[in-house]
T-cell receptor, first 118, second 111 residues
């Protein structure tokens, strides 16, 4: 159990366009989802915490107008990179948690999305 | 400053060798997790340790949580090329909610 599906796995887009990445929990309801960014050979950097039915909480330095997060249901969170630029090229990963006491037991991660902005 | 310091950052060894990766902090954690990530994939949870002094084994991998719950180690016995990947420790500080990640240890096992 505890499968998280992330789509697309890779995307190439032109500078100035917007890209939407989906994160779905397939076999459980995820009250909380997290979005990370990972640069080559580096660890994960938390961008924002997405809570179902409420506004996302962004980490310091992350532009909320640039990275739009929507968590409209208990199984789906989306990250939209708006007006993408080459510096937004990165590996984006989501993770999901059932919330509550399970928070301390680890998260299930999606397989990641490689975004390349040309 | 990293709240979770991982060492070494990079490790290249021959197949069959043993290795230990460390994850240290000055903070107390309610739990620590170890993940392995392969290129182009998301991290996969290996283990969660919760109790101070706890030792967990997963085949050739042995995980230990420090008595004071400030540190953890991952020991791999007789490493194999399939163990190659980025190993990440992560945890939730006592009283906290957010998971903190270490910078990772990149392991390369040569055949």
């Amino acid at each position: 159990g505890a499968v998280v599906s992330q789509h697309p796995s890779w995307v190439i887009c032109k500078s100035g366009t917007s890209v939407k990445i989906e994160c779905r929990s397939l076999d459980f309801q995820a009250t909380t989802m997290f979005w990370y960014r990972q640069f080559p050979k580096q660890s994960l950097m938390l961008m924002a915490t997405s809570n179902e039915g409420s506004k996302a909480t962004y980490e310091q330095g992350v532009e909320k107008d640039k990275f739009l997060i929507n968590h409209a249901s208990l199984t789906l969170s989306t990250l939209t990179v708006t007006s993408a630029h080459p510096e937004d090229s990165s590996f984006y990963i989501c993770s999901a948690s059932r919330g509550g006491e399970r928070v301390t037991y680890g998260y299930t991660f999606g397989s990641g999305t490689r975004l390349t902005v040309v | 400053t990293q709240l979770l310091e991982q060492s070494p950052q990079f490790l290249s060894i021959q197949e069959g060798e043993n290795l230990t990766v460390y994850c240290n902090s000055s903070s107390v954690f309610s739990s620590l997790q170890w993940y392995r990530q392969e290129p182009g994939e998301g991290p996969v949870l290996l283990v969660t340790v919760v109790t101070g002094g706890e030792v967990k084994k997963l085949k050739r991998l042995t995980f230990q949580f420090g008595d004071a719950r400030k540190d953890s180690s991952l020991h791999i016995t007789a490493a194999q090329p399939g163990d190659t990947g980025l190993y990440l420790c992560a945890g939730v500080r006592t009283g906290g909610f957010k998971t903190i990640f270490g910078a990772g240890t990149r392991l390369f096992v040569k055949a």
